[in-house]
């Protein structure tokens, strides 16, 4: 069974543009959450989608916006970019059921730098 | 406010040794529990996870971790490190209820001395 992949693996963006990152979680995997990981401030919970609602969101600013599909992939996309979003975005995917008792098995990330 | 504290940034040990990464918890409620690890380059994966029942649980790669309702820690052992244990390592919290909504704490990066 393949794991969560992610794309891209790498970005490189400038201040004020928009960018959309793709997760495909693991197949039959319903829940997608997505966190940001930085030197600073560690590894910050962004969103998580089930069935293609956003079922809980974290303290993030509206420019972070994200999306499920029908076949549970996922996007996410922040807009206006500023410097201090350079980080490795992480998705998580978990079971059918997407009850936190699943296991979140997690992508490699995409790590996307602002210039 | 809800926070995990995992009060060392770095541990070195020697390779053999035991090891114990430390973890508390600020939660309105007991939550699910959970440590990860990252090792360079990589995306996180699950060591073990608390729910209810026996509160010393077993993980993989020969890992464990006790719940002390009391003291809100869950902290992770390990008996005997190998040289290949060293990398981040994560503890995490998460609702009961109500899908994902994880809190991680800083991290405590593992460094293994031959």
């Known amino acids: 069974k393949a794991g969560v992949t992610q794309t891209p693996r790498y970005l490189i963006k400038t201040r004020g543009q928009q960018v959309t990152l793709s997760c495909s979680p693991i197949?039959?995997?319903?829940?997608v959450s997505w966190y940001q990981q930085t030197p600073g401030q560690g590894l910050q919970f962004l969103f998580e989608?089930?069935?293609?609602?956003?079922?809980n969101k974290g303290n993030f600013p509206g420019r972070f916006s994200g999306r499920q599909f029908s076949n549970s992939r996922s996007e996410m996309n922040v807009s206006t970019l500023e410097l201090g979003d350079s980080a490795l975005y992480l998705c998580?995917?978990?079971?059918?059921?997407?009850?936190?008792?699943?296991?979140?098995?997690f992508g490699p990330g995409t790590r996307l730098t602002v210039l | 406010a809800q926070s995990v504290t995992q009060p060392d940034i770095h541990i070195t040990v020697s390779e053999g040794a035991s090891l114990e990464l430390r973890c508390n918890y600020s939660?309105?409620?007991?939550?699910?529990l959970f440590w990860y690890v990252q090792s360079p380059g990589q995306g996180l994966q699950l060591l073990l996870k608390?729910?209810?029942?026996?509160?010393l649980v077993q993980g993989i790669k020969g890992f464990e971790a006790e719940f002390k309702r009391s003291q809100s820690s869950f902290n992770l052992r390990k008996p005997s490190v190998h040289w290949s244990d060293a990398a981040e390592y994560f503890c995490?919290?998460?609702?009961?209820?109500?899908?994902?909504?994880?809190?991680f704490g800083a991290g405590t990066r593992l460094f293994v001395k031959a």
């Open positions: 989608y089930f069935s293609e609602t956003q079922r």
């Open positions: 197949s039959g995997h319903r829940s």
């Open positions: 939660y309105g409620a007991t939550p699910y």
């Open positions: 998580a995917s978990s079971g059918a059921s997407g009850v936190i008792t699943d296991t979140q098995y």
């Open positions: 995490a919290v998460g609702p009961r209820a109500g899908g994902f909504k994880t809190i």
């Open positions: 608390y729910f209810s029942g026996d509160t």
